[in-house]
């Protein structure tokens, strides 16, 4: 009878262990089938930051350029002429979130070619110099915004990321005015992010006649987007047809931010005679700013 008892307790315990061998062995090629399928995907996370941190000078030898269009990357993956008017950094590029990115990164009073004006690092797009219905520029790209420019106050806070520019006639204002150009102002969290940029609110700062400057403009809050958010931006300046009046037509200016379109007429727009677009980082009043622009592609059409 005990001989009966230890073979059948033999036999259980082999049995046993066959079903956790075997197990084991499943379990481990199902985690190597895992394994190689999770690194077969891209992974979406990201594994690195392009955003500078710390303590900063306003000029380093690496920003320096001989004039504002002296210096650009060769092929850069941003589209347009480089206006680079800082002495803290020059145009480089990020591969991040599977994209390669364009880096705009200005500092308050960097503007070495003329201190009267505030620094910049944009890119100049053709221009749409005929004014008949049909006419347009448009502009597309993916921005993410790490910092923007920060004051003791409010008003002078924040960075334009890209601006609709157009002469017109008559005279009044710059003679390279601007039209609408795009604010992001800070916004900072609470806790553990007090006095840290953790939002920004992208406002229109629209002129309300030709040439407005100053007050001659009003600022126009459209959204609020996330720090480090990736916002698909668009913006389309031209001349179309007025509905209430065949003989009349529009000059407008029509942006799409993150899905949301924000449509607005220009003032006066039987006096336009020019639409044009830049985008990158201008303006830091305090600070510094850092701006980074992906996908981007622009489009002219011309009428006459």
């Known amino acids: 009878m005990k001989i009966f008892k230890f073979i059948y307790k033999f036999i259980s315990i ?7 061998v075997f197990f084991s062995c499943q379990s481990d090629n199902e985690s190597e089938e895992i394994i190689e399928i999770i690194e077969e995907e891209p992974d979406p996370i990201i594994k690195e930051s392009d955003e500078d941190i710390g303590a900063y000078t306003t000029c380093n030898p690496d920003g320096e ?3 504002r269009t002296s210096y650009d990357l060769p092929n850069p993956v941003n589209i347009g002429t480089i206006d680079d008017r800082t002495c803290y950094a020059n145009y480089k590029e990020s591969r991040i979130y599977n994209k390669v990115w364009g880096v705009y ?20 797009l053709p221009i749409a110099n005929k004014t008949g219905v049909g006419t347009y520029v448009k502009f597309n790209g993916t921005v993410r915004i790490l910092e923007v420019g920060d004051t003791t106050g409010d008003n002078s806070d924040g960075t334009y990321i890209a601006q609709a520019k157009g002469k017109h ?12 150009l795009y604010l992001a102002k800070p916004v900072y969290g609470k806790g553990c992010n007090v ?26 809050l459209l959204k609020r987007v996330d720090k480090n958010e990736q916002i698909d931006f668009e913006l389309k300046v031209g001349f179309k047809q007025d ?34 677009i830049r985008y990158g980082a201008y303006r830091v009043k305090g600070g510094r700013a850092q701006i980074r ?12």
């Open 14 to 20: 082999a049995v046993l262990l066959l079903f956790v």
């Open 65 to 67: 350029n001989a004039t």
């Open 105 to 124: 990164n200005i500092t308050h009073n960097s503007n070495k070619f003329d201190a009267t004006l505030q620094p910049r690092m944009e890119r100049s």
């Open 169 to 180: 006639t008559g005279g009044g204002g710059s003679p390279d005015p601007a039209i609408c």
């Open 195 to 220: 006095n840290k940029q953790v939002a920004f609110d992208i406002y229109a700062e629209r002129i309300l006649e030709r040439g407005g400057e100053g007050s001659g403009r009003e600022v126009v």
């Open 243 to 276: 509905p209430n009046d065949a003989t009349k037509k529009i000059h407008y200016c029509n942006a799409v931010i993150g899905g949301k379109a924000f449509n607005w007429n220009i003032p006066e727009s039987e006096r336009g005679t020019q639409s044009k």
């Open 293 to 304: 622009w992906a996908n981007t592609t622009h489009e002219k059409v011309e009428k006459d």
